[in-house]
Each structure stands twice: as structure tokens, then as C-alpha cells.
């Protein structure tokens, strides 16, 4: 079913296509540990690819590296074909992946909209000067950088508390305006760290469906983190799992499930 | 209208006016502590600097004159030009545009994720690197700032006969207020609205109160966080050159200027470190209440008659004081974040 060329078709019809992101031979230490050990892995086209594992596996090592917050000591990243040199976070966000956070990184201060707003930064062309002197083109950039972000906050439900500032919400709205504010970046990769962490199950169905939306409207290529293993295996086209830093799975979430590593790392078996 | 009254009201408009002064130095250290956390001690020795390299400029002094002409024995020490207030303007503000770039490219980029104590230590250091050098390069006599502020040129001569002509008919009793003064307000009201227009609906602006809400956000949203520090600490520097022309053109610039630095500090703790309107409400308090209470306390007929005595001098401490009060009774000042340490 696996096309190295060309991707594959979904059990559900839809079509993925080829590779995004591929990590090749990923090893991350810090000081004396190895929290990535020698890992590789791909992310397609319009997948919703999954990073699961036990506590301290090296899930969110993995993203960080993807994300450009950390590099690694060996291994190479392709970001669309191309190797992709060392780079700062933000040179990373600008070429196109956004990503949450597992413990929500917001700007407390600022209004909803302000938020989402300032995931379109990477779309605003204009320099300091333009910006100051703010006429013709900038402000034609703001309209149209303000439709896009009106259209993702009515698509996310969040329209009731556009003007609210994000310290007064509750914890779930606050996971869906980070992943709004991501979102507003138009990235060709989504990155989200524990979308799910911390809610009640009307909450994580609501994120569940989002993501599924989200995907499936846009067509964004999504990569997650996630620690509840049900959650996962019904949102996510394919799976690694990772443990104590080693990918110890990758496949289709029922290839995954049954695989006799996977049950033991979940299950806890002694390691030698 | 009594003559204590009206006499206390031109004391009370004076003390906005001071005050406008202190809120503009405020202003620099709120700038640069919400963007990076970097309390900066040398705000003031900026703004001497700035006011020190805009008069050389204008007056086309030599830079380094003095190490020059030891090292090579020569006796050069003006060019023999003079610049327009204007153009030295200009080429002060892309100095300290330069001078912030040095900041964060020699300094702090070296020092990101330090503790803040750490912080605060290097802008000490650099306060006193930042005197030496300006003491360096245009020499420490006291010189006098002739843009146009000081000869009330910008301004027709007029305004203040007006002025004194309207409320002496008001009152029956000329109030005197200096032209710079009324300059000066002028300006920082500009230039504050300027900032707040700036930082609320440019893209740049935005970046910069990401930046001072979550550095880690910031990243990810694609924000360069040196390129927001560079801008920041430019910001600051040229806040710095407009409170360095005013003090300057008031009292001429001398070394004594990098004290109202700590002026500022009062202010600071009034307004809160994070606010900009704090920074501006805290300086006009602080303004207004020490000359009014100056004018209180020194008044045998007011203070004399209500407590036996009078005082003299209270201009030094009561700032200091006003903040001990707030420090004790709400730390986080008028206008602060709250500070909510969690166990």
C-alpha cells in the first residue's frame, strides 16, 4: 500500500502524497544522555502523522528538532527534498511550520484576534519603513491578513471571544486558540505537542474532530505528539512510537497496535 | 482666587512639566524591560550620550579629538563646520541605532538566559563604558544644546505673552511658563502617541509585544528575537535623545545629566516596570508632587501655621519616598502586572 514515490490512499479514501519531511538518522544528546537515539522517519502530504510513546520516550525532543528549538548532534533533516541546514526557530516558522505547545504558549496579554494575528507574521512582507509610514500597501497587507485570520477563527468556533484577552480563558479554548494562531500561518506543516493534554473528553473530542477538520479542509500536512493511545489510533493515518528515545514502531495504526514492542513498552515490560 | 491658590496652580503646571521629563526616561527602561527583561541602569548615561553626540555633531567637534591628537600629536579638534539641527538630528538617531546594534551584538547576545541579576549587572557595566567613551569622544565640558528648543524658536515668542496676557485676565495674576516647557510636553505627547500607534497596529510593533509576552511564542510564530532587541534598545535610544535635547536644552549637557536616571526609578515603581501609561502617569506624579509639595512644606503660611514648621529641599527625597510607600503597600505599582509567584 506504501508508495515511496508516489504515497498511498487512505482506508478512509483520501489520497496522501509524497514526502514533506523526512528525518534521517536523528540523534540528540544532551550532555551525557541520548534522548534521540539514531532515528528516521518520513511525513507525507496531507497525513496526519502521529509520535506516540510512553513518559520521557523523546516525543517532544523530536518535535523540538523538527522545529528548529533544538539540533541535533547527528542525523539530517529534508524539509521538502532538500537537506536543511541548521536554523534558528524562527527561520524554521518562516519556512512554513507552525507548531503548538505542550504547556500553551500564548501571549497572555493580547486580545484573541491579536494572537491569531501574529501568526500571519511570516506572511507580512512590508519593511519597518512601510509599516511606519503605513500607507497604501500595508494596509492593503493588513486587510488581507485579517480576513484570513476571521476565517480561521470562525472555522475553530472562537468567534465569541475574538476580542477577549487569552489570560482570562479556560485551558481548552486557550489549546484552540494556539492551535488557531498556528494555523493562521497557512503552514505546510502543522506541528502540534500534545494537542489533547489535560482535558476532559467533551474537550478532547471537540480537538479531535478540529484536527480532523482541519486537515481534511485545508488539506495540512499534521504532525502530533500525543500520549492517549485511543486518541490517537483514531485520528492518525500513521504512527511511531518511540521509547526511551528508539523508534520502536512505524506503521498504520493497526500495524502498530500490534506490534509485540509497542505492547511491551505500553505495558511496561523491564528493559535489560 | 486667593494668591496661594493661583501661585500653587503655576507650581502644580510646572511639575507636569518636570514630570514629562522623568516619564520620558521611564519610558526607555519600560521599553526595554517588557521586550527582553533587562532592567537598564544605563537608560540615563543614553541619554547624555545621545544629547553629548547631537551637540558634537552640531557643533562639529571632532570625535576622539583628544586620544587623536595624543596618539598622533596633532591639534585638531572642531572641523570648522557646523551641522543643522535637523541633519545632526538625523545622524544622532543612526548613532544610536549603531550603538544598540553594539549593545546586543557584544553584550547581551552573549548573555541570553541569564539570570536577571546578571542583566542588570552588565548595564551597569555599560553605563560606565557608555560615559567614559562619551567623556572620550567629545571631551566632559559642560555644553550648551542649541536646537531650536532652547531659544523657544520653534515656538513664536509670542505663546508665552498670550499665555501670561489670558491668565492674567483670568486671575489677575500672569502665570510664567517657559516656552521649552510647552515644547517639550508637545513632543512627548507626539512621540508617545507615535509608539503606542506603532506597537499597536504595525507589524513590527506586534512582534515586539509578542516578544515581551512569550519569547518562546514569538519563535515559533517566526519572530527573530535579536532583530526585535535591536529594534527595542533603537526605540529606547532615541526616546533617550529626545529626553537628553530637553534636559539638556534646560540645564545644558553635562555629566550630571545620567543622574536622572534614577529619578526614573521612582517613577518606575509608581508606574509599574511593564506599563507604558504607567510610565507616563508615574512621571507626571511624581513631577507634580514634589513641586507641589516643595511649595507646600517651604510655605511658612501653610506648613508653618499647620505643623510649627517648614522644610526645605524636599524636591531631593520625596520621589524616593513616595515609591518606599508604594513599594511597601503595592509593589507591582499603579498600572503593573500583578506579580503572582506560584509554590
Same mark, same amino acid.
Given at each position: 500500500?506504501?508508495?515511496q514515490?508516489?504515497?498511498? /490512499?487512505?482506508?478512509?479514501?483520501?489520497?496522501?502524497?509524497g514526502?514533506?519531511?523526512?528525518?534521517?538518522?536523528?540523534?540528540?544528546?544532551?550532555?551525557?544522555?541520548?534522548?534521540?537515539?539514531?532515528?528516521?522517519?518520513?511525513?507525507?502530504?496531507?497525513?496526519?502523522?502521529?509520535?506516540?510513546?510512553?513518559?520521557?520516550?523523546?516525543?517532544?525532543?523530536?518535535?523540538?528538532?523538527?522545529?528548529?528549538?533544538?539540533?541535533?548532534?547527528?542525523?539530517?533533516?529534508?524539509?521538502?527534498?532538500?537537506?536543511?541546514?541548521?536554523?534558528?526557530?524562527?527561520?524554521?516558522?518562516r519556512?512554513?511550520?507552525?507548531?503548538?505547545?505542550?504547556?500553551?504558549?500564548?501571549? !497572555?496579554?493580547?486580545?484573541v484576534?491579536?494572537?491569531?494575528?501574529?501568526?500571519? #507574521?511570516?506572511?507580512?512582507?512590508?519593511?519597518?519603513?512601510?509599516?511606519?509610514?503605513?500607507?497604501?500597501?500595508?494596509?492593503?497587507?493588513?486587510?488581507?491578513?485579517?480576513?484570513?485570520a476571521?476565517?480561521?477563527?470562525?472555522?475553530?468556533?472562537?468567534?465569541?471571544?475574538?476580542?477577549?484577552?487569552?489570560?482570562?480563558?479556560?485551558?481548552?479554548?486557550?489549546?484552540?486558540?494556539?492551535?488557531?494562531?498556528? @494555523?493562521?500561518?497557512?503552514?505546510?506543516?502543522?506541528?502540534?505537542?500534545?494537542?489533547?493534554?489535560?482535558?476532559?473528553? !467533551?474537550?478532547?473530542?471537540?480537538?479531535?474532530?478540529?484536527?480532523?477538520?482541519v486537515?481534511?479542509?485545508?488539506?495540512?500536512t499534521?504532525?502530533?505528539?500525543?500520549?492517549?493511545?485511543? /486518541?490517537?489510533?483514531?485520528?492518525?493515518?500513521?504512527?511511531?512510537?518511540?521509547?526511551?528515545?528508539?523508534?520502536?514502531?512505524?506503521?498504520?495504526?493497526?500495524?502498530?497496535?500490534?506490534?509485540?514492542?509497542?505492547?511491551?513498552?505500553?505495558?511496561?515490560?523491564? =528493559?535489560? | 482666587?486667593?494668591?496661594?491658590?493661583?501661585?500653587?496652580?503655576? /507650581?502644580?503646571?510646572?511639575?507636569?512639566?518636570?514630570?514629562?521629563?522623568?516619564?520620558?526616561?521611564a519610558?526607555?527602561?519600560?521599553?526595554?524591560?517588557?521586550?527582553?527583561?533587562?532592567?537598564?541602569?544605563?537608560?540615563?548615561? %543614553?541619554?547624555?550620550?545621545?544629547?553629548?553626540?547631537?551637540?558634537?555633531?552640531?557643533?562639529?567637534?571632532?570625535?576622539?579629538?583628544?586620544?587623536?591628537?595624543?596618539?598622533?600629536?596633532?591639534?585638531?579638534? =572642531?572641523?570648522?563646520?557646523?551641522? =543643522?539641527?535637523?541633519?545632526?538630528?538625523?545622524?544622532?538617531?543612526?548613532? %544610536?541605532?549603531?550603538?544598540?546594534?553594539?549593545?546586543?551584538?557584544?553584550?547581551?547576545?552573549? +548573555?541570553?538566559?541569564?539570570?536577571?541579576?546578571?542583566?542588570?549587572?552588565?548595564?551597569?557595566? #555599560?553605563a560606565?563604558?557608555?560615559?567614559?567613551?562619551?567623556?572620550? %569622544?567629545?571631551?566632559? !565640558?559642560?555644553?550648551?544644546?542649541?536646537?531650536? @528648543?532652547?531659544?523657544? $524658536?520653534?515656538?513664536?515668542?509670542?505663546?508665552? +505673552?498670550?499665555?501670561?496676557?489670558?491668565t492674567?485676565?483670568?486671575?489677575?495674576?500672569?502665570?510664567?511658563?517657559?516656552?521649552?516647557?510647552?515644547?517639550?510636553?508637545?513632543?512627548?505627547?507626539?512621540?508617545?502617541?507615535?509608539?503606542?500607534?506603532?506597537?499597536q497596529?504595525?507589524?513590527?510593533?506586534?512582534a515586539?509585544?509578542?516578544?515581551?509576552?512569550?519569547?518562546?511564542?514569538?519563535?515559533?510564530?517566526?519572530?527573530?528575537?535579536?532583530?526585535?532587541?535591536? +529594534?527595542?534598545?533603537?526605540?529606547?535610544?532615541?526616546?533617550?535623545?529626545?529626553?537628553?535635547?530637553?534636559?539638556?536644552?534646560?540645564?545644558?549637557?553635562?555629566f550630571?545629566?545620567?543622574?536622572?536616571?534614577?529619578?526614573?526609578?521612582?517613577?518606575?515603581?509608581?508606574?509599574?516596570? $511593564?506599563?507604558?501609561?504607567?510610565?507616563?502617569?508615574?512621571?507626571?506624579?511624581?513631577?507634580?508632587?514634589?513641586?507641589?509639595?516643595?511649595?507646600?512644606?517651604?510655605?511658612?503660611? +501653610?506648613?508653618?501655621?499647620?505643623?510649627?514648621?517648614?522644610?526645605?529641599?524636599?524636591?531631593?527625597?520625596?520621589?524616593?519616598?513616595?515609591?518606599?510607600?508604594?513599594? /511597601?503597600?503595592?509593589?507591582?505599582?499603579?498600572?503593573?502586572?500583578?506579580?503572582?509567584?506560584?509554590?
Amino acid at each position: 500500500m506504501l508508495d515511496q514515490a508516489e504515497g498511498y /490512499v487512505t482506508a478512509d479514501g483520501r489520497k496522501i502524497g509524497g514526502v514533506v519531511m523526512e528525518m534521517k538518522n536523528i540523534t540528540l544528546r544532551f550532555g551525557g544522555v541520548e534522548a534521540i537515539k539514531d532515528i528516521s522517519f518520513d511525513i507525507r502530504e496531507g497525513e496526519i502523522r502521529a509520535i506516540i510513546g510512553p513518559n520521557g520516550a523523546g516525543k517532544s525532543s523530536m518535535l523540538n528538532v523538527i522545529s528548529g528549538f533544538y539540533i541535533p548532534q547527528v542525523g539530517q533533516v529534508f524539509y521538502k527534498g532538500a537537506p536543511r541546514p541548521p536554523m534558528k526557530p524562527f527561520e524554521v516558522a518562516r519556512q512554513g511550520i507552525a507548531r503548538t505547545f505542550q504547556n500553551i504558549a500564548l501571549f !497572555e496579554g493580547m486580545t484573541v484576534l491579536d494572537n491569531v494575528m501574529t501568526g500571519r #507574521l511570516t506572511h507580512m512582507k512590508t519593511g519597518l519603513w512601510g509599516q511606519a509610514i503605513w500607507k497604501g500597501k500595508a494596509e492593503a497587507e493588513e486587510t488581507a491578513n485579517r480576513e484570513v485570520a476571521e476565517r480561521i477563527i470562525d472555522f475553530l468556533e472562537i468567534q465569541a471571544i475574538r476580542k477577549t484577552p487569552v489570560a482570562r480563558l479556560p485551558y481548552g479554548l486557550k489549546k484552540r486558540v494556539e492551535l488557531a494562531r498556528a @494555523l493562521a500561518a497557512e503552514p505546510s506543516l502543522l506541528l502540534l505537542d500534545e494537542p489533547m493534554a489535560g482535558m476532559n473528553v !467533551e474537550e478532547k473530542e471537540d480537538m479531535s474532530r478540529f484536527i480532523l477538520d482541519v486537515n481534511d479542509e485545508f488539506g495540512t500536512t499534521i504532525a502530533l505528539i500525543e500520549h492517549d493511545m485511543g /486518541v490517537v489510533m483514531d485520528l492518525s493515518d500513521r504512527v511511531v512510537v518511540m521509547d526511551y528515545g528508539k523508534k520502536i514502531g512505524d506503521g498504520s495504526p493497526d500495524e502498530v497496535r500490534n506490534n509485540q514492542d509497542v505492547i511491551d513498552a505500553y505495558l511496561g515490560v523491564s =528493559h535489560d | 482666587m486667593s494668591d496661594q491658590l493661583i501661585y500653587a496652580s503655576e /507650581v502644580f503646571l510646572n511639575g507636569l512639566m518636570a514630570g514629562v521629563l522623568y516619564a520620558l526616561v521611564a519610558l526607555g527602561f519600560v521599553l526595554i524591560f517588557k521586550a527582553s527583561g533587562i532592567f537598564n541602569f544605563a537608560q540615563g548615561v %543614553m541619554a547624555l550620550f545621545a544629547a553629548m553626540t547631537l551637540v558634537g555633531i552640531q557643533s562639529g567637534q571632532v570625535p576622539f579629538a583628544h586620544l587623536i591628537n595624543a596618539v598622533f600629536g596633532t591639534k585638531i579638534h =572642531h572641523f570648522g563646520w557646523e551641522v =543643522h539641527s535637523i541633519i545632526a538630528i538625523i545622524l544622532t538617531v543612526l548613532v %544610536m541605532i549603531l550603538l544598540a546594534w553594539m549593545v546586543q551584538r557584544f553584550i547581551f547576545r552573549h +548573555l541570553v538566559g541569564q539570570e536577571p541579576i546578571i542583566l542588570f549587572m552588565a548595564t551597569i557595566g #555599560l553605563a560606565y563604558l557608555l560615559e567614559g567613551v562619551a567623556d572620550l %569622544m567629545w571631551g566632559s !565640558e559642560i555644553k550648551k544644546l542649541d536646537v531650536c @528648543l532652547a531659544e523657544g $524658536t520653534c515656538l513664536p515668542q509670542g505663546i508665552n +505673552l498670550a499665555i501670561d496676557e489670558a491668565t492674567f485676565n483670568l486671575f489677575g495674576y500672569g502665570f510664567f511658563i517657559d516656552n521649552l516647557d510647552i515644547t517639550a510636553t508637545i513632543i512627548a505627547i507626539l512621540l508617545v502617541t507615535a509608539l503606542v500607534i506603532f506597537s499597536q497596529y504595525t507589524k513590527q510593533g506586534r512582534a515586539m509585544r509578542a516578544v515581551a509576552d512569550d519569547h518562546q511564542a514569538a519563535l515559533s510564530v517566526g519572530v527573530s528575537l535579536n532583530y526585535i532587541w535591536i +529594534l527595542v534598545w533603537s526605540v529606547a535610544g532615541f526616546v533617550a535623545l529626545v529626553a537628553g535635547i530637553m534636559w539638556g536644552a534646560k540645564s545644558g549637557v553635562q555629566f550630571s545629566l545620567s543622574l536622572i536616571a534614577l529619578k526614573a526609578l521612582p517613577v518606575l515603581m509608581l508606574g509599574g516596570f $511593564t506599563s507604558i501609561p504607567g510610565a507616563i502617569v508615574g512621571g507626571l506624579i511624581i513631577g507634580v508632587g514634589e513641586k507641589l509639595f516643595e511649595f507646600f512644606m517651604s510655605s511658612g503660611d +501653610l506648613a508653618g501655621a499647620l505643623f510649627g514648621f517648614t522644610m526645605n529641599a524636599t524636591e531631593n527625597w520625596f520621589a524616593y519616598v513616595l515609591a518606599l510607600i508604594f513599594l /511597601v503597600f503595592r509593589p507591582q505599582g499603579l498600572f503593573g502586572e500583578k506579580i503572582i509567584e506560584r509554590v
